[in-house]
């Protein structure tokens, strides 16, 4: 069983203000840029112009997150991956450099530094790990 979607946005990197509009767009499911913009500005601290917002949007549908149609006059923009399957992307990503740069003596280094809850959730992970690979060898057999 896997978590990873099947699909994934071409660039996975976000700046400050495209992860902003994408989590409300993940709150909102679909939404203009007038509501985007209404939105981001119900903080009263905040300045953002109409433009950088559509300017934000047209980014992110390059680099593979959005999608967006017209509906009347107004374009509705559409996130292509739920953002629990945008974490699992993520999270795997992130293993994938950990794993690539790190060799168990670098990591072992860590121990002073890491507190119990941080020690209890990499055994939990790695214990995790190994009853998922036991449970495919028993049923590959």
């Excluded at 107004?74 to 795997?92: G, K, N």
């Excluded at 280094?109 to 060898?137: G, M, N, P, W």
């Amino acid at each position: 069983m896997s978590f990873l979607p099947k699909y994934r946005p071409q660039k996975l990197s976000l700046g400050f203000l495209e992860e902003e509009i994408l989590e409300i767009l993940w709150d909102l499911g679909t939404a203009t840029v007038k509501e985007i913009h209404d939105r981001i500005l119900a903080d009263p601290d905040r300045e953002l112009a109409y433009a950088s917002v559509t300017t934000v949007l047209h980014r992110l549908t390059k680099k593979g997150w959005l999608k967006y149609e017209k509906k009347g006059r107004a374009f509705c923009w559409t996130p292509l991956i739920s953002r629990s399957q945008a974490q699992a992307i993520q999270s795997y990503e992130q293993l994938q450099n950990f794993l690539a740069v790190s060799n168990p003596d670098l990591v072992a280094s860590f121990a002073d530094s890491l507190d119990t809850a941080s020690v209890e959730q990499i055994r939990a992970i790695a214990s995790r790990l190994e009853q998922i690979r036991k449970k495919r060898e028993q049923e590959e057999k």
